[in-house]
């Protein structure tokens, strides 16, 4: 009574908190669960969980595909490798390959190295390429390959393999992992045909690369069409459609196939 005789003063209110209405709330659905056994995530798990549906929802992932012929690519690593590995004592994998076609195409088109800050795209003078690889727990992590358009092939070898063996050996150090500006998935490496990755936030893109598998392939020859057996491959790029559109994704995927290629 004594608030409505003072003309309702604001000293007697409450604060309202006025709600952004273009944000995104969770809708409170009551799912049945079901029953199981429990497995509590560890903070690894929760940091990827918390990233990944992050990533989907400030990024409007939109996921581009190509078809490689890496035949040439396959026969050459094949004739190279026992020699590549007694001249250097490094392994030739095929992952120093695909970062050195990467690093080659973002050289192209250099809006593809970037990250999103509001209204502003920041296009990266470095060129650091992520290469996600699992843990031996099943987690995910992704290593840093800095400066990659500045290796030479047994460069990037000697340090995608460094990496790798620490990754599986948990020895990994904070800046192994820090200041990636584009990141690298080899689905194949578990069998899988193609992927849909998940955009590495800050980055704007990501690419995946699936099993690298013998086809029978129609090709061109100077004696008409023939079918041959060729070592196929799909990559797909998924990419933030708010930075990236479909004529530079798609020029910088086919641009990377055409360096493997």
Known sequence: MQYIKEGRPYKFSQPTTIQDPTAYRIPQLKFDLGKGKIIKMDRMRQMIADHMVYSKHTSPHVTSYVEADLTELVNWRN????????????????TPL?????????????????SVDRSNIIVKEDINIGIATALPNGNLIVPVVRNADKKNLMETAKKVNEL???ARNNKLKSDDIKGGTFTISNVGTFGSVMGTPIINQPEVAILAMGIIKKRAEVI?????DKIAIRSMMYLSL????????????????????????
Do not use: C, M, W
Request: hydrophobic letters at 35%.
């Open 79 to 94: 004739e190279n490798k026992i020699s590549f590995q007694e001249k250097y004592g490094e392994k030739l994998k095929f």
């Open 98 to 114: 695909f970062v050195e076609a990467v690093a080659k195409a973002i050289k192209d088109f250099p809006n593809i190295n970037a």
């Open 220 to 224: 061109e020859t100077k004696k008409g």
């Open 238 to 261: 998924s990419f933030d459609h708010r930075a990236v559109d479909g004529f530079l994704g798609g020029s910088f995927l086919r641009r990377i196939t055409d360096y493997l290629e």
């Open 164 to 166: 790798v063996e620490k």
